[in-house]
Structure formats: C-alpha cells, structure tokens
C-alpha cells in the first residue's frame, strides 16, 4: 500500500477522465461500488487519503488557484473533496474524520490538503509563486499558512513583525517581509468609501479592520495632518448579498461560524437584525454610514438560504437536515407500530403520514403552479386516539429534521398571526400545528387559507419569529392540524358563510373515532429512519410526473407509487400499497364530510342547533320538537329569541303558515299535534312570530356574517347585539324537513 500512496498523486494529476481516476483509486482500494440505492461508489479513505466537507465558497477559492476539477464525491448530506493529506495540522476539520462517504463521484484531480487550507482562509493571495492565506486572530495578530518548495508552512505571527514570521514559518527575510506588508494591509485600517473629497483628497472616509469573526467600522477623517476616527460600528466579518433561487429575491446575510445570525431584505431591516441579534454586534446608531459599509463589505452570494424542496432537489444549507437515503425502511417501521398498536384509527395514521411526505414536496409544485391545492390536514378527534404521538413518534422522524424540530412542530395555540406568518416563512419542510384550540384557529384562518395555493405573501412586516425572511412574510408550507375541535365548528367561526364552500374545498377533514392508544405502545416505539433522502431520489426521478398533480391528494398518492417503483422489494411495495389504500379511503369519507360541510344555511342551521343541545348542554334529545323546546326555553344560552311583528297582518300570515304546517285548524288544536314544540302555543297566541338568531349563538356555532339565512346581520346599538330575523314558520319549516334525519340521529345516541 506504501507504493501506491507514493504513486497516486502521479497517477491522478494528469487524469484525463472520471474513469481513469475511478480506475486508480479503486486498484489502490480507496473506492468501491456501492451497494446503496442512488449511490454509485463508496470512498474508504485511508493512508494519505482524507475526506473534508466543503462549501461552495471553498470550491470558487480552489478555482482561483488553478485547481481545476477536483475530485470530489456528491453525498446526501453534502459535497467532500477528496484530499491529499499533506500536513499533520488541523486544516483539515471534523470532515477528516469522515471514514465512509457514499454517492457519486466527480471530478479528475486529488487537492492537495495544502491548496484546501489556503482556500478555506479568510484572506488569500499569492506572493511571486507562493499562495498564502491568512485567518485574523486579535488585533495584528494572524494565522497565517503557505507552501514554499512543496512544503506546508502554517503558524499565528503579527502582522508587524517580519522577523517573527520567517522565524515561526521558516522562510526567508525576503519573503517575510512581503507578506509582512501583505498582513498589515489586510490588517490594519482599509478605506471601503470616500464620504468628502477636498481637491481630490479623500479627507473624510468609511473605514474597517477585521478583528477575528468582526469588523470595526469608522469614519476617519483628515485634518492638518492628523487623522481621527470615529467607530460607528462592529459588524460580522462576513456579509452576503445573497440571491436565493427559491424566493427569487436577494437577502442580506451575516454569517458567524458558518451559521446564518442575521437575515432581512432591506439595509434597514439588516441594520435593525444585527443590532438585536445578540452575537455581540456593535451599532451605535443606525446611520446612512453603517448602511453603506454593510453594502460595502457584502460580497455576492447565490443559491438557497433555508431547507426544503427546490426544483433541483431537497437541500440542508446549514446541515439541517438528514438527507441519508435510508430508502422506505422509515414507512415500514411506521406501518408495523401503527398497524399494531392504532387500532380503528390505523387507516388514518397512515394517510396523515402519506400526506407527510406529499408536503415535503409541495412547495415547490406550489411555487410552479398557481392551480395547485395543497389542501390543509385537518385532523379532529377526542384526546387518547394517538394524534400527538403519531405526530412525535413518527412523523417527526420521519422528516430526520432535529435541528429545526421547533419550528416544525407546534404543540399548543398560535396565538397570533404575526406567528403564523413567521412560521410560514422560515423554510419549506411541513408545518405541523398540534394541540390547537378553537380561539387560535378561528384567529389564524384566513392565513392558513392562503396557504394551500401558491406562494403568496401573506405579511408585510418585521420578522421576529426564527429567521423570518425579511419584511415579507411567505406560505411555503404545507399544513396539517391536530385538534379536538370539530371542523363544522371552526367553519362556523372562521368565514363568511358565503365563502364556506371554498373554504372546505382546501381542507381534508380526517375524523377519528373514539378509541385509545394503549400503553403498550409507548413501551415498544419504533426507529424510524429518514425518508427525506428517498424522497428527494423519487423526486429527482419523476420530477415531471410530480409536477402535473393538481392536489396534495394527488401528490402524495403519486409519491407512493414513486417509492414503490424505486424501493418496492418483497415487503415494501406491500407496505406502500396499505399506505395508498389507507389514503384513498381517508379522501372518500374526506369528500363525504365536505359534503356535509358545504350545505345550504338552513340545514346548516339545525344541524348547529343539535351538537349545541346535545355536547353543549348534555341533553338527550330525541326529536325535532325537543331541540326547538330546549332552544326557546333558554334564549339567553341558545342566543335563539322570539319576538313579535311590527304589523297586525304579519302575525296572521304566520300564524296560518304554521297551522298549514301541522295540519290544524286553530292555534289551540295544536296542542294536540305531538311533533309541535307546546313552548311555541302562548308565545303564537301573543304574535311572537318571528325569531332572532344571534351571531355566536349554539354555543359560537351561528356565524358573524354580513349575510346568513339569505339574511343582511342586523345590529342594536343599544345593546350591541347582531343577529338574523327568520320567520317562525320558516324556523320550523327548516326542522320539519329533517325530520327523517332527526330520527336517525335519535336512534344512533339512543
């Protein structure tokens, strides 16, 4: 193996291919073919070999040094030079560590591990034939690194000292003192903007130092030959103007440690971001100078700032995520624990799973087609029935997303909007909303409505919440819910009736029935792998077949047929088939609820007066007559009110619609009649003959609404009321034609 460590930078050098290169390394035994799906070899580094993560930063650098084309292996979780290891230092990071890298292999030439570390330093250039980069460290003090003759020099000197640089690097006075001077002008002062010029002198400019992870700002000013300064202040020493290809616009983007700690759209919005971003920023004011020597300092960036789907593919700029293509393993786990231990419930756990992964995907079909509904998730049910623990157990790791887990998952109220908004915004992996009560739901409706088509801006304002990109706030999220609130319930106190049709069509209502998880369940949790890495695989695979799905639905039953196509062995193609039945059936009682949902005001309205008689107010009612008894009997609870007619000739009228309607020839022959409400006789007998109908009333359930029962909202400004005026033969009419419904609904309590 000694010979050919010896001979493998001779061998690669020259390389005129992939090929040639994979050849070498594999006789050498530092490459094999892989045996995982979307693989195509696996590194084994060792002897002399090193594997180190890089940026996109780090690959441009190598570029401007003449390394063209290195060897480097496109992983799941990131991109890997291939490095000759040339020096004993730490160059070369946690990356070397890295023992096992598999996917797919480019490039033609090994990089020297020298040429890596010059190229990772903050200030680069070249000297005669010598590259040399350079790290502040405090004050004049660098870390400086360079290769003389073919050999790797590296150690901290001050800039000012040539005598101590040849000493701690080895090199000749000549040298040292030309990367002395090099030093002290990266190191001491730099002008980056004139602010006044007198006779074509600079005599009032911007200036900056770089001191380690910072950079002092000051105006330095000239007069009568002395020069004074006046910090401003101490900013991030790496600033990006940074264009994202998803939100198709450009951000300001100040990094620290490789991790993004300020992010806005405007210079006063970054200005402002900075200065509350704790990372021990200095502003001491906000002033056209900061602003321009932000933009001065900001260097050109493109790609993606958040993780998420992109028309490429699934990306972790930051390593948020596992991409690790684990194939379907993660859906079987999940479908043998649910299958065990769910129950009834089952079929629903596994369509809000395959719904999961269909909103992994759907911003982006969303960001191409305007068309697209990525109805919301909307699952209802009694406490104990497994939803939240579907959500911990399973969903979560499913989406292999640690790092960001608390913005994915939220257990509890949204109270606000501006935190829906900012949610929305911070990246494109699905929003889970659980435990959510009816005041935030009903406050975050006309958000969450937006956010099942396209990729709208929902918010105009300062982001506080995360990341929050900048001043525009927005929906690139699919959403699901998990409440004990009942869908109609929310309808009701969530839009305008008149919208309520469109409002449902964007949700998909899934009821589960009253049937505890047992502990048994939680004593035996699955492991459940990644899917990301799959399905950014069958992604990247029928992208175009994806694209053409007209809803989540859609979507995510094309997703499953993907997976089965690309990982559907024996038992998995199997498994994905109980998903796919699973998510058809939930979508046909889905479709059958909506039908249910979206009916006229009047069926609305009795269907409304039942659940607030029967979960309201405990009764067990069995008929018609019983609810409009309990109803009348209780106006101040039920909000139904009766009251009289400004004209002698309006109670007549109603009064003999009435008698029509049950068949009697007089007010007290219906005493007689058993499906009359007898609450009703005095109240007929005195022209009570029409009803009032308060918005909020059946426990909340009557809408506010400029329009409800075909009629205008009418409000009392004496008592502040607002309510709907029906007419009683109407009011009962509505009953009398659901009466058939009404003896079924009394023979399933009874």
């Known amino acids: 193996m ?33 045996a995982s799906p979307g693989a195509e070899h696996v590194v084994r580094p060792g002897g002399r070999l090193a594997l180190v993560r890089v940026g996109e930063d780090a690959l441009e650098a190598l570029g401007s040094y003449g390394v063209e084309d290195p060897l480097r292996v496109e992983a799941g979780d990131g991109v890997y030079l291939l490095v000759w290891r040339d020096l004993a230092g ?3 990071g946690q990356g070397s560590a890295q023992a096992r890298v598999a996917g797919s292999l480019r490039g033609r030439r090994i990089v020297l591990a020298s040429e890596y570390c010059i ?9 005669g034939s010598v590259g040399v980069g350079a790290r502040p460290i405090s004050g004049d003090l660098f870390h400086v690194c360079l290769v003389v003759d073919g050999e790797w020099r590296e150690g901290d000197v001050h800039a000012g ?15 040292a003192g030309r990367v002395s001077a090099w030093l002290r002008s990266i190191g001491g002062p730099q002008i980056i903007y004139c602010l006044r010029e007198v006779d074509g002198d600079c005599v009032r400019a911007l200036a900056v130092r770089w001191v380690g992870d910072y950079v002092e700002v000051f105006i330095e000013s000239e007069a009568r030959e002395s020069t004074t300064r006046e ?20 951000y300001y983007v100040a990094y620290r440690g490789g991790r993004v700690v300020a992010i806005a759209e405007g210079l006063d919005e970054f200005v402002s971001a900075l200065k509350n971003s704790r990372q021990g920023f200095v502003i001491e004011r906000p002033s056209k100078e900061v602003q321009l020597a932000v933009r001065a300092l900001a260097r050109r960036a493109r790609g993606y700032l958040t993780p998420g789907i992109t028309p490429e593919g699934i990306v972790s700029p930051n390593n948020e995520l596992d991409l690790g293509d684990y194939g379907v393993q993660g859906l079987i786990e999940a ?70 887990s608390n913005y994915i998952t939220i257990s509890g109220p949204v109270r606000t909007d501006a935190q829906f908004r900012n949610l929305l915004s911070l990246h494109r992996l699905p929003l889970i909303l659980d435990e959510q009560d009816l005041r935030s739901l009903t406050a975050n409706a006309g958000i969450i409505l937006g956010a099942t088509v396209g990729s709208q801006i929902i918010g105009v304002q300062a982001a506080k919440y995360g990341l929050g990109i900048g001043a525009r706030f927005m929906s690139l999220r699919g959403v699901m819910v998990f409440t004990n609130v009942p869908f109609t319930r929310f309808l009701a106190r969530a839009v305008d009736q008149a919208d309520a049709r469109a409002f449902a069509r964007r949700f998909i209502v899934i009821e589960w029935e009253d049937s505890e998880v047992g502990e048994e369940a939680f004593r035996n949790l699955p492991t459940i792998k990644p899917i990301l890495g799959a399905l950014d695989r069958a992604f990247r695979r029928y992208r175009e077949e994806l694209y053409r799905s007209s809803n989540i639905t859609e979507l995510a039953r094309k997703l499953l047929i993907a997976l089965a196509r690309e990982y559907g062995d024996g ?32 069926r609305r309205l009795v269907r409304y007066a039942y659940e607030f008689v029967r979960e309201d107010l405990g009764k067990p009612i069995t008929s ?13 609870v039920s909000g139904i009110e009766l009251a009289g007619a400004r004209y002698g000739n309006e109670v007549a009228e109603v009064q003999d619609r009435v008698l029509e309607m049950y068949h009697a020839r007089s007010i007290d022959e219906l005493i007689r009649n058993p499906d009359f409400p007898t609450g009703l006789l005095r109240a007929l007998q005195e022209g009570l003959v029409y009803v009032r109908i308060h918005a909020g009333g059946l426990g909340g359930r009557v809408p506010n609404a400029r329009r409800f029962l075909g009629r205008e909202r009418i409000h009392n400004p004496r008592t502040g009321a607002h309510y709907y005026t029906v007419r009683l033969d109407e009011f009962l009419r509505a009953f009398q034609s659901m009466a058939e419904e009404d003896q079924a609904n009394a023979q399933t309590t009874g």
């Open 2 to 34: 000694l010979a050919c460590d010896a001979s493998i930078p001779v061998l690669l050098a020259p390389a005129r291919s992939t090929s040639e290169a994979v050849e070498v390394l594999e006789d050498c035994g530092y490459l094999e073919r892989s």
């Open 90 to 92: 730490d160059c070369l």
């Open 119 to 127: 190229a990772s330093c903050v200030h680069r250039t070249r000297i």
């Open 161 to 175: 000292e040539p005598g101590d640089i040849a000493g701690v690097l080895g090199i000749d006075q000549d040298l």
């Open 231 to 250: 910090f401003l202040a101490l900013l991030p020493s790496d600033i990006r103007l940074f264009q994202d290809e998803f939100y198709r616009a450009e």
């Open 335 to 404: 479908y043998r624990w649910v299958d065990r231990y769910y129950g009834v419930n089952g079929g629903r756990a596994l369509a809000n799973i395959a719904l999961l992964l269909a909103k992994v995907i759907s911003p982006v079909i969303r960001r191409e087609s305007r068309t697209f509904v990525d109805e919301v998730a909307y699952n209802q049910g009694p406490g104990g029935v497994g939803k939240s623990s579907l959500v911990r157990y399973v969903l979560e790791p499913l989406l292999g997303a640690d790092a960001i």
């Open 571 to 602: 038992d998995a193609r199997a498994v994905i088939e109980e998903y796919v039945e699973a998510l058809d059936e939930v979508v046909r009682e889905a479709v059958a609820l909506r039908r249910g949902v979206v009916e006229d005001d009047w």
């Open 624 to 636: 018609a007559r019983e609810v409009i008894e309990v109803l009348i009997s209780n106006p101040t």
